[in-house]
C-alpha cells in the first residue's frame, strides 16, 4: 500500500506539471493548451485525492 500511494503522490505532481506545461505554451508565443491544462488540473486534483484518502485509512499501517 506504501508504494502504490506514493506512486499516486508521483503521478499527482506529474499531472500538475502537465497543466503548466499547457499553461506556459503562451509564454513561448503559441495559445494556451486548455486541453493540457485541464487534464492535468482534474489528474493531479483526482492523484493527489485518492492518495491522501488512502493514506487517511491506512494510517495505522504507516505507524507500526
Known sequence: ???FI???SLLSI???GYAL???GT?????E??????VSGLIGGFF??????FLWYRH???FFD
Do not use: H, P
Open 26 to 30: 503562451s509564454l513561448m508565443g503559441n
Open 47 to 52: 492523484c493527489g485525492g485518492l492518495a491522501m
Open 32 to 37: 494556451i493548451r486548455f486541453d493540457y491544462v
Open 21 to 23: 506545461a499547457g499553461y
Open 59 to 61: 494510517r495505522k499501517d
Open 1 to 3: 500500500m506504501r508504494l
Open 14 to 16: 506529474i499531472s500538475f
Open 6 to 8: 506514493t506512486t499516486l
